[in-house]
C-alpha cells in the first residue's frame, strides 16, 4: 500500500490500488473497439470529457434513455472466468427497455467497477458491449473503469450500461390504444437474460460466499435436460429485439420487456388502466432451465413467473386482425394470452385452452 | 434464505436479498424528489422502462454525454451516514465534465447499487441528485436502484450517474483556437470534490476494512487548520460551474475539469497538439485540507498534482485580451499559470513569479 523510502512512509495513488499509467493503457487498448461501434453522427472517440453524437433526421426527436446494471450474474461470469456475454447482456437488456417506446438506440456509455479484475478481463466486457452495439446499430460513445479498492472484494465487480435512443414523438408506443381483446404475442428469451439471479444462486448455493472451487464445480456440471452445464445455461447472453421488432414498429400498440418481477410485473407495465392480461400457460413450453430452478429450489409457481421470464423474453399487444401479420414477419412470435378487463390490472395465468 | 414450508425450503425473491414490494414503495416516494427536477421537455417520470426528453430549440444539436460514479467517497459517506452530500457530488462532477465542451446539462440518471442500505439512505441520497439537478436545470428523468447481495459488503455501495446535455455544433468548446500565451484562468473547488478517496482513506487509515467505530472517531477529530472535522472536510460536495461559466461561454476558448489525475492530466486534455502549460504554484494558497493530506501521507508534491485538484476545479484558456472581461464577470476567477509552446504537452509547475 505504500513505499519505504528513507525510512519514512511514502504514499502513492498507484500504491492505494489506482494506477494512472495502467489505466492510460487500458483507455488506449480499447479505444480502436469501440472506435469499431461508431456511426456518422459521433464527433469524438473514447477518453475525453464527454461522448458527442450530432442528433439528426428526427422532426421531433424524444430522447429515450434507460440504465441498469446485469445484477448479480457478474458472480457466475467472475467465477467461470467468462467476462464476454455479460457485455452483450448490457447492451441489450437496455436497448430492449428503450424499445418499449418504439426507441431505435443510438449511442451507449458503460461504467465497470472493480478492484481486482485484469485488463484481459475488462478488455473482453468491452468487446462484448461492442459486438451488441454493432448488432443493435449503436454507437459507444464513452465510459469508466472505476479501480475501487475496499468496496469490491476479490473477483467481484459491477457493471453498469446507460442508453440513450430516439423516436418521433408522434411515433412512440404508449400502450394508450390497446383494448381488451388484443392479442399478446411472445418472442423467446434465450435464458434468464439479467434477472433472477441472487435467487438462483442461492438455489444452487454458488457466488454466496463459498469456496469457489466448489461453485465451479457446480457451474461446470453438465445437465442432461440443459444439454449443456449449468454455467453455459445461467451465462447465455440476453437477446436483443431491436432488428425484429423494428419489420413490424407501426403494428405494435404496446410493447412491454420481461425483466424484472416477470411476467407479472411487466405485462401491466404497458396496459392502460381498466386493463389486465390472461396468459395462457399452454402455450408455450416453459424452458428446461426454468423447470430446473423450480425443482431444485422448490419454488412455487406464480414466485417462478414473478421473478423469471419463464421463456418470453419480450411481450407485445397486438390488435386481433393484425396478428397474422405481425406472425408473417415475426415466425418466432406465439400468441401467448389477451387483454382483458380489469380493474386491478393484474397477470391471470390460465391453464385451460 | 429461504422459508421452511411442510419440512422443504421453498426459496422466494425476497428471502433471497430482493424484496419486489419494498422496492415498489421506494420507487414511488422518490417518485416526487425527481418530479421536482424536470422542465417542460420532460415526457415520463420515474417508473417507466425509458425515461422521455423532448429535445427542441436547437438547429444543429449535439448530444454531450457523461458517466461515472463518485468513487469511493462512498465509503466516508457510509461511515458517517451521511449521504444526501454524495447526491450533489454524482451530479455536479458530471455536469461539470460536459461544461468542457460547452453543453448545458438537459437530463440525469442515477444508478446506486448495495446490498444493506436503508430506504432512507437512498433516498438522502436521491434528495441530494435532485437539489444538484434542480440547480443545473438538468431534470432526474430516471434511474435504477439495485439490490446486489453478496456483491456489496453492508454498508457498501456504488453510485453512478449519467448525464446528457446539449450544444449548437458551432458552438462547441473543444481548445483548437488555443494558442501560446493564453492566459490559464481557475475558479476554485470546494473541497477534493470526488477524486484521491482510495489515497486519502490509505492515508488515514478509515475505510479500509478496520473497526468502523475507530474510522468514525478519525472522521469526527476537528483538525484547527481545516476549522472543522477531518469527516465535514472530506464530504464537502463538489461544485457545480454551469451558471458561472454559462455568463462568459462565448469568451472560453477551452474549459478542463480537475478530475483524476490532476492539473498534471486534465489540462492538457483541453490543450491542441504542441502546447503545454505552465502552472504558476504561488498564483494561489493551496487550501489546507491537502497539505494537511500531504504532510500526513508525506506525499510529494508532483504527486498531489497528478492525485488531487490542489484546490481549483476548473481550469479554462482564455486570449489575454479577455482576462479583464472574463474577471469582471467571474470575481473567483484568477490567472493560473499560461499556456506555452511544448511538444511533450507537460504541465509543468512554476515556482517563480
Redesign the interface.
Known sequence: ??DARNG??????A????D?DARARFIERIAPIARSTHRPEV?SGVG?????????GYR??????????V??K??IAALLDRFEGIGVDLVNQSVD??L??G?EP??F???M?SSTLTADQKTAMVEGVARACRDAGCAL????T????????EG???F?G?V??AVE?DA?IDGSAIRAGDALLALPSSGLHTN?Y??V???FGV???GDPAADRAVLERTHNDLGRTLGEALLEPHRSYVQQVRAVQPKLKGI??IT??GLI?NVP?MLPDGLGARIDRAAWTVPPLFDLIARE????ER?MF??FNMGLGLVVAVAPEDVDAVRAELPEAFVCGEVVADAEQQVRLWEER
Chains 1, 2 share one sequence.
Not at 141 to 144: D, L, R, S, T, V
Not at 146 to 153: G, K, S, T
Open positions: 500500500m505504500s519514512q512512509t511514502v504514499h502513492t495513488y500504491a492505494a490500488g489506482v494512472h464527433l475525453p470529457f464527454g461522448g458527442m453524437f450530432q442528433l439528426g421531433q426527436p424524444v430522447l429515450v434513455s434507460s440504465t441498469d446494471s445484477g448479480t457478474v458472480k427497455d428503450i418499449t417506446s426507441a443510438l449511442f456509455l458503460d461504467y467497477a460513445i464513452g465510459g469508466e472505476a479501480d475501487m479498492p475496499d468496496v469490491y472484494a467481484d465487480l459491477d453498469v446507460f440513450v435512443g414523438r412512440i433472477g441472487s435467487l444462486r442461492r438455489i457466488g454466496i460466499g412491454t420487456h424484472g418481477g410485473d407495465r429450489g422448490n419454488v412455487e414466485e414473478h421473478t
